[in-house]
């Protein structure tokens, strides 16, 4: 690319702390990119194996688990390989593909919340049309869009960073390639990229999140009025745990993305991104899809077929005794379902 550009390669920040405690960061890191990828491995397995969480629920949660992998992976390896590296360095195409990836995923993750607190709203709110509306052709073309639309967001800001000179400083104030401390760098006037990083991030951000509000909003609403109190207890505490780690994704995001850099805290900046990027990714799977019965029943019974001893699933017979004492008022009105679809998003 002929932009004027000097520099092959950055060198990166290394943690503030001696080299002891670097290992010991090191062993950290790696422990959390492993469990990270073998749990959002494991949800992926059994979502396409098991025949009970061939819903669009789980569908969903596969694609936030590859988002995980993908996340995480864009940035612990070469982090790691730092760890053990006198100079932190990186070359240019390498840190400009590492901001590629983390952008595409998290871009892809905000708008990923919304498809799914959408498929939640259709479940609780209108389960009897549930089938028909969330089809495997609608569902497949939501987690298109999320993906095409994540990559022509960062689209813009990307090609343009790239083709800036950089012919100075070549030390990035960060753990890994991020936009604003890399295009701090450039020999060039860089407020255009500045607001359109802003505006881009506030109409991602600020869409996803009033769609996810509304629709936890109305299912909210929607739990009060048909549930026994046990159940709306459940239903409470399953939407409570999502949103919060939803609201926290969302927050980490508007406080380092969606503002002027001359606003933002250096040291914030720099360990708010290692957070949504290393922690979240391990959390996620146990909050959204690890605690749920339907989850845990496919995994007992991947583990009985492994050890030679196939057993007979459950899970119909625990969903059907919940619905009769939950959806008592309207058992008539479900008596035709083998599953309903709200049930499949609380968990039950």
Same mark, same amino acid.
């Given at each position: 690319?002929?932009?004027?550009?000097?520099?092959?390669?950055?060198?990166?920040?290394?943690?503030?702390?001696?080299?002891e405690?670097?290992?010991?960061?090191?062993?950290?890191?790696?422990?959390?990119?492993?469990?990270?990828v073998?749990?959002?491995?494991?949800?992926?397995?059994?979502?396409?194996?098991?025949?009970?969480?061939?819903?669009?629920?789980?569908?969903?949660?596969?694609?936030?688990?590859?988002?995980?992998?993908?996340?995480?992976?864009?940035?612990?390896?070469?982090?790691?390989?730092?760890?053990?590296?006198?100079?932190?360095?990186?070359?240019?195409?390498?840190?400009?593909s590492?901001?590629?990836?983390?952008?595409?995923?998290g871009?892809?993750?905000?708008?990923?919340?919304?498809?799914?607190?959408?498929?939640?709203?259709?479940?609780?709110?209108?389960?009897?049309?549930?089938?028909?509306?969330?089809?495997?052709?609608?569902?497949?073309?939501?987690?298109?869009?999320?993906?095409?639309? =994540?990559?022509?967001?960062?689209?813009? &800001?990307?090609? %343009?960073?790239?083709? @800036? /000179?950089?012919?100075?400083?070549? $030390?990035?104030?960060?753990?890994?390639?991020?936009?604003?401390?890399?295009?701090?760098?450039?020999?060039?006037?860089?407020?255009?990229?500045?607001?359109?990083?802003?505006?881009?991030?506030w109409?991602?951000?600020?869409?996803?999140?009033?769609?996810?509000?509304?629709?936890?909003?109305?299912?909210?609403?929607?739990?009060?009025?048909?549930?026994?109190?046990?159940?709306?207890?459940?239903?409470?505490?399953?939407?409570?745990?999502?949103?919060?780690?939803?609201?926290?994704?969302?927050?980490?995001?508007?406080?380092?993305? =969606?503002r002027?850099?001359?606003?933002? &805290?250096?040291? %914030?900046?720099?360990? @708010? /991104?290692?957070?949504?990027?290393? $922690?979240?990714?391990?959390?996620?799977?146990?909050i959204?899809?690890?605690?749920?019965?339907?989850?845990?029943?496919?995994?007992?019974?991947?583990?009985?077929?492994?050890?030679?001893?196939?057993?007979?699933?459950?899970?119909?017979?625990?969903?059907?005794?919940?619905?009769?004492?939950?959806?008592?008022?309207h058992?008539?009105?479900?008596?035709?379902?083998?599953?309903?679809?709200?049930?499949?998003?609380?968990?039950?």
């Amino acid at each position: 690319m002929e932009n004027g550009t000097s520099v092959t390669e950055f060198i990166l920040a290394r943690f503030p702390n001696v080299h002891e405690v670097e290992i010991l960061l090191l062993v950290v890191f790696l422990l959390i990119y492993l469990v990270t990828v073998l749990g959002n491995t494991l949800i992926i397995v059994l979502v396409y194996t098991d025949g009970h969480l061939h819903s669009p629920m789980y569908y969903f949660l596969s694609y936030l688990s590859f988002r995980e992998i993908s996340m995480t992976s864009s940035v612990v390896p070469k982090m790691l390989a730092n760890f053990l590296s006198e100079k932190k360095t990186i070359s240019f195409d390498g840190c400009f593909s590492q901001l590629f990836f983390s952008f595409l995923m998290g871009t892809t993750e905000s708008i990923l919340f919304a498809v799914m607190s959408y498929d939640g709203y259709v479940a609780v709110c209108n389960p009897l049309r549930y089938p028909s509306i969330m089809t495997s052709k609608v569902c497949s073309t939501l987690v298109l869009g999320c993906w095409a639309g =994540a990559f022509v967001m960062i689209l813009s &800001s990307l090609v %343009l960073a790239a083709r @800036l /000179p950089y012919c100075g400083a070549n $030390v990035i104030d960060h753990y890994f390639c991020d936009s604003a401390p890399l295009s701090h760098l450039a020999c060039a006037d860089i407020q255009l990229i500045e607001w359109i990083d802003f505006v881009v991030s506030w109409v991602l951000l600020l869409g996803s999140l009033a769609l996810t509000v509304l629709s936890y909003a109305y299912i909210d609403s929607n739990i009060f009025r048909i549930l026994s109190a046990q159940g709306r207890q459940k239903a409470f505490a399953t939407c409570a745990s999502h949103f919060t780690v939803v609201s926290v994704g969302f927050g980490i995001s508007i406080f380092v993305y =969606a503002r002027p850099s001359h606003m933002t &805290s250096v040291h %914030l900046n720099k360990s @708010l /991104p290692v957070v949504s990027s290393i $922690v979240a990714p391990l959390v996620k799977p146990f909050i959204f899809s690890l605690r749920k019965e339907q989850m845990k029943e496919a995994l007992k019974n991947a583990l009985h077929k492994r050890a030679g001893k196939p057993q007979a699933s459950s899970w119909l017979v625990l969903s059907l005794e919940k619905s009769e004492q939950d959806l008592s008022v309207h058992r008539d009105k479900l008596a035709s379902l083998d599953e309903t679809p709200w049930m499949r998003f609380s968990g039950a």
